[in-house]
């Protein structure tokens, strides 16, 4: 480590930070002499004051160490130099982002194996059940809670030594911490597999799309059952899983549902996954809970094969065609966490248009979707709330009422039975109208699985997805600021017009993918609403026939 005069280390700022408030950040600017005081904070952080005697944390990547001669003076605009392809900074113009966590299972530990006795099965046992708003491992948008895996925000106030360096990280760009920022910059070559390339084009009618699948399949879940191992100590639900190309049935876990959420959240940057259903803290072996859970996972498969890209993908077809042989469990889940091309890497493997997009054209279809999926989340969390409502009120107060109208009538009938003048037609038929409100609560009782419930399934899942769009949307905010900051740069003859132009290419290939999203969602969004609501009105209409067809019956016993 090198020290500067007085065996103080001096850093010189490399690119400007912005401090959050709250936070014990330090705002730090370009070409800023900074004291280091301390750097061992963890996580790319360090501490140090300015010449103004502010002190505060700052990111270790933006600055540099001066050697412990006199300090020289500040360095002159960089320059980049020009290689057939891709292009590669000499000095990058965007900081690195601080140092973070290797990635790890969806429960926080490093898998290592495909073995049933690799997974806990406590953690089937923890969260909550679907209505609470709670994903399995999702994020939040204005949803009102928090999902399993969110961080909490920092108490403003804290003093710098106190703050905990894990949110400061979370609020950099997941972008730049996935290697977005390297696709962007082209500090990286990677050379892609023939098989890897997603391709994304545009339709006759100038809408940008994933590339349709080649060929279309489904999968089936079916026939849930329990099982145990360690000699019973241990119990789990398995189900079965049925590709329709090649009807070859396999058997999986919830948790390993939950270990391909992670692995395809973090490979898909720009493809919001929808939650797993939550998990339960009791009871997860009622008849009732599994129906309810396979139903969810079944949906959840569904979305995934009709998914252009991931449908294709190989850990998505691992896990719904390998069989029990351990061997290629392991070697299928060793290759699917060790995939080159996750997170800011897929972008590699993308091929776009080879038509240059307007900063304009994308911001404005992109600000005006970020305002949609807004209202729509807040329309979601209100029909969910009204749908859990009215499942509650059908299987409890609205059966009760029937069954008191019911139990009124057949007082009535009880007590024109005493009368000594008395019509016993009559009197049947006033407690046949008794029995007929029985049977209407318990027609209320079993309403909610065909419509509300049903609504709540597609509810839930929208909710998962709409919480995982802010954060893509961010990501290409971010890639169009690298886009206009380089197109300024070339524009003050600071860089080559072939840096600019082709960092201009990388992120309209973002861009390309964001748009292609956005319109696979609003394609899958109108036909899953047009479905739900002819199930829902069905399933409803249904509902007041039987009902007045129990009046009706009521009705001609008085005849």
Same mark, same amino acid.
């Given at each position: ?56 944390? $700052? ?98 106030? !804290? ?103 992670? /692995? ?81 890497? $897929? ?84 407690? $046949? ?13 079993? !309403?909610?699985?065909?419509? $509300? ?52 290419? /990388? ?17 899958? /969004? ?34």
């Amino acid at each position: 480590m090198s020290q500067s005069n007085g065996g103080q280390v001096k850093a010189r700022v490399l690119y400007d930070f912005q401090a959050q408030p709250g936070t014990g950040e330090l705002d730090i600017y370009t070409n800023e002499i900074l004291s280091v005081t301390r750097q061992d904070i963890g996580e790319g952080w360090w501490e140090g004051s300015n010449s103004r005697g502010e002190s505060g944390l $700052f990111p270790a990547g933006y600055v540099e160490i001066i050697p412990s001669q006199a300090i020289p003076p500040p360095p002159s605009p960089p320059k980049y130099s020009w290689d057939s392809a891709p292009m590669v900074p000499q000095v990058p113009l965007s900081p690195p982002a601080p140092g973070y966590p290797p990635p790890s299972a969806p429960d926080g530990d490093p898998v290592d194996d495909w073995g049933d006795e690799d997974w806990d099965d406590s953690d089937d046992t923890a969260g909550d059940t679907i209505g609470s708003g709670v994903g399995g491992a999702g994020g939040n948008f204005n949803s009102g809670s928090l999902p399993a895996h969110s961080t909490l925000s920092i108490p403003t106030g !804290q003093k710098a030594s106190q703050v905990p360096v894990k949110k400061s990280i979370n609020r950099f760009s997941t972008f730049v911490k996935s290697g977005g920022e390297d696709f962007i910059l082209g500090s990286k070559v990677k050379n892609v597999p023939a098989g890897e390339y997603v391709q994304i084009i545009e339709t006759h009618d100038n809408q940008i799309m994933w590339a349709p699948n080649q060929s279309e399949y489904s999968c089936a879940i079916t026939a849930p059952s329990k099982k145990s191992k360690l000699k019973g100590l241990k119990t789990y639900t398995a189900y079965r899983l049925t590709p329709s190309f090649n009807n070859i049935v396999v058997s999986r876990r919830y948790k390993h549902f939950d270990w391909l959420y992670g /692995r395809l959240e973090g490979k898909f940057m720009t493809i919001p996954i929808p939650w797993l259903p939550a998990k339960q803290i009791s009871g997860r072996f009622d008849e009732q809970f599994i129906e309810h859970r396979k139903i969810q996972l079944q949906m959840w498969v569904d979305r995934i094969c009709r998914h252009p890209v991931m449908a294709q993908c190989n850990v998505w077809l691992h896990f719904i065609t390998c069989t029990d042989d351990k061997k290629r469990w392991k070697d299928g889940k060793r290759r699917a966490e060790k995939d080159p091309f996750t997170g800011g890497s $897929f972008f590699y493997t993308l091929q776009t248009p080879n038509v240059p997009l307007e900063v304009s054209f994308v911001e404005q279809r992109t600000e005006s979707f970020g305002k949609f999926i807004s209202k729509m989340d807040e329309a979601i969390k209100g029909l969910l709330e009204v749908a859990n409502d009215q499942t509650r009120k059908y299987s409890g107060a609205y059966k009760k009422e029937m069954q008191k109208i019911s139990g009124a009538f057949n007082g009535l009938a009880t007590a024109y039975d005493h009368s000594d003048y008395n019509d016993h037609r009559l009197n049947e038929a006033i407690r $046949f109208t008794g029995t007929s409100f029985e049977n209407i609560a318990k027609i209320y009782e079993e !309403q909610p699985k065909y419509d $509300f419930e049903a609504l709540s399934y597609v509810l839930y899942e929208y909710k998962g997805i709409l919480s995982a769009w802010p954060e893509i949307l961010d990501l290409n905010k971010q890639a169009l600021g690298r886009k206009k900051d380089h197109i300024k740069l070339r524009d003050e003859g600071r860089i080559e017009e072939k840096v600019a132009e082709s960092v201009s290419q /990388r992120a309209d290939v973002v861009s390309y993918a964001t748009l292609a999203e956005i319109n696979h969602f609003q394609k899958e /969004r109108m036909e899953d609403s047009r479905q739900m609501m002819k199930n829902f009105i069905q399933a409803q209409a249904d509902f007041y026939q039987k009902v007045a067809n129990q009046l009706q019956d009521a009705l001609r016993m008085f005849d």
